[in-house]
């Protein structure tokens, strides 16, 4: 509260606004969780149960109890084992039993209880689901299991590569074009294919649309991050940020309410696609970035917004120009760029860091279906995780700042991945519960990277860059869907190990990045170079900065 108060009526304006928007992302990225849901699936041998019970009745003129039904469906279907030991009956396989089998099964007068998990395994025809009533989903309409399971995370990795195009072209079309029209821009592409992506007709479409997806679902949330980051002051960017975090947690809890009620995946498409409509009059509320304007040379279109934030706060603010703003283009500062080792292996750490983010954040979504009780509330308290990791990040990085809030979490995640698998022999209960907090400290981890990014580099590249660190964040989305079909449903070990013990290790090496809390934004390539002197500071103690660059700050810090 004490932060609001400090900030003036148009950086709470805007701070609402950019939450409201974060609100329906959770629609389009949570959405695979609803396509693909998979109940409890087998081989569909009715039609042979259904031939062995007649010939039964014809026999003896009585049909078969319930324990003699068990025994058919044993002699019909396999057992398997997993890799921890557990025996279920094979949902993919069915034993090659021939006629003269079946007959001498229905006609024995006492059916067989010995030998019977024995013989040639096929792959099925048909499956069945036990879905609820009224629901279907897209893994059951493309028949994404079994011989064709590979579809499942190919939806997945393609979901993701729609993301790191998305983040690249974002970032080129923002530091261009402004902050503001890649926001509006991917914003429609991602309501405009969620709404197409419900009239599917087959795979191939259904693949191409969620790639479209992917791309609208990205390009607007950093944007939003861009604007809030670069129109408040360095004192309240964490606060921003945090807004539109929890506006995004919010819509993460609001998203199984949707799905409850529409259970069938095309309406629910359908419906969260047309709400983009809202958004509209949107264009007319957010002003583009007066820091971008200014970093570009459109003094006098940033000179109009400070009038309006003058006017809304009843205070006169004014902003100085970045040094040489319109004689560097964006191809000469990024050859200066990447002749400064340090820039380049600062923006290789933080590339590293978003793709474990990204990994582990994307890993535990996609597995939410598998975990044990009511998906829906288990995607409400995931839901419920996102918005207490956000409280619990915003306080964690105004007191401990950036780094040390990074490590400590996402190391605490690694540990929490790598015992996942053992815990799971003992209760499925426990993993849920444990798998929560793994959300909850990846989560807080994924904020920091959010925030920190774009103070690591100098304004006109700011969006490019933390879209390659973006882009490259996606890599490890990827690799989330095939984690999850590598361990074929979690009972693997190594997924687990390798993705935990990569986690802790590049999480480690977070702390040679520079420290960026409450520090001013570096306008060009050597101030963003001068942070090299703010790498180590404690946990605990509050950064202070002594530069003229403060005085440059954003303006809604001078009056």
């Known amino acids: 509260m004490e932060v609001w108060k400090q900030m003036g009526k148009y950086e709470r304006r805007l701070c609402v606004l950019l939450a409201v928007t974060s609100f ?16 409890n699936y087998h081989c569909d041998v009715t039609n042979i149960e259904r031939s062995v019970e007649i010939m039964h009745s014809e026999k003896f003129n009585r049909s078969y109890n319930l324990s003699e039904k068990v025994s058919l469906r044993e002699f019909l279907i396999p057992e398997e ?12 396989f069915v034993f090659n039993r021939t006629r003269q089998e079946l007959r001498e099964f229905a006609e024995s007068a006492e059916t067989m209880q010995t ?10 025809n048909f499956v069945e689901f036990h879905y609820e009533k009224d629901t279907t989903s897209a893994a059951q309409e493309f028949g994404m299991v079994c011989g064709n399971a590979w579809k499942k995370p190919m939806v997945g990795v393609n979901y993701m590569i729609g993301k790191f195009v998305g983040t690249a072209l974002s970032g080129w079309i923002s530091d261009k074009f402004g902050r503001k029209v890649a926001f509006f821009l991917f914003t429609f592409v991602q309501f405009a294919a969620a709404c197409v992506i419900s009239f599917s007709a087959n795979f191939e479409m259904y693949l191409a649309l969620v790639f479209c997806m992917g791309i609208g679902s990205v390009g607007n949330y950093a944007a939003a991050i861009m604007l809030g980051s670069e129109t408040v002051g360095k004192q309240h960017r964490n606060f921003i940020c945090s807004g539109i975090s929890v506006g995004y947690a919010f819509g993460y809890m609001f998203v199984p309410a949707i799905a409850y009620f529409l259970q069938q995946w095309r309406r629910y498409t359908l ?3 047309l709400v983009g409509v809202i958004y ?7 002003d583009e970035s007066p ?14 917004i400070l009038e309006k934030i003058s006017k809304y706060n009843g205070r006169k603010i004014e902003m100085q120009k970045a040094e040489e703003p319109e004689t560097k283009s964006t191809l000469k500062m990024w050859l200066e760029f990447l002749k400064s080792p340090s820039l380049m292996f600062r923006l290789l750490l933080t590339c590293s860091s978003w793709v474990i983010c990204n990994m582990t954040y994307y890993a535990i979504l996609f597995d939410t279906n598998s975990l044990t009780g009511s998906r829906f509330l288990n995607c409400f308290y995931a839901g419920v995780v996102e918005l207490l990791a956000y409280i619990v990040s915003f306080a964690t990085v105004e007191r401990g700042g950036r780094k040390n809030t990074y490590i400590g979490f996402m190391v605490a995640a690694g540990l929490a991945i790598i015992v996942t698998p053992f815990i799971k022999l003992w209760s499925e209960v426990a993993v849920t519960i444990l798998t929560m907090l793994s959300k909850l400290c990846v989560t807080v981890g994924y904020y920091v990277v959010y925030i920190s990014t774009p103070e690591l580099f100098p304004t006109a590249l700011r969006h490019t860059t933390m879209s390659v660190a973006s882009a490259c964040g996606r890599f490890g989305g990827m690799l989330a869907p095939l984690i999850i079909f590598s361990g074929k449903n979690g009972d693997s070990y190594i997924p687990y190990l390798a993705s935990g013990i990569l986690t802790i290790i590049v999480s480690l090496l977070y702390i040679l990045l520079p420290n960026t809390h409450n520090a001013p934004l570096p306008d060009s390539v050597p101030e963003a170079v001068q942070m090299e002197n703010r790498k180590f500071c404690c946990f605990g103690k509050k950064l202070e900065i002594e530069s003229k660059l403060a005085e440059e700050e954003i303006p809604m810090t001078k009056v």
């Open 24 to 39: 329906t992302n959770p629609f389009s990225v949570l959405s695979l969780l609803f396509f693909h849901y998979t109940p």
């Open 81 to 92: 084992t997993s890799l921890l030991g557990k025996i279920s009956q094979s949902r993919c």
């Open 115 to 124: 030998n019977n998990n024995t013989g040639e395994k096929i792959p099925c």
């Open 271 to 273: 419906a969260t696609g």
């Open 280 to 286: 509209i009059p949107f264009y007319w509320f957010i």
């Open 291 to 304: 820091r971008w304007l200014n970093a570009v040379g459109k003094t006098k279109k940033a000179e109009k």
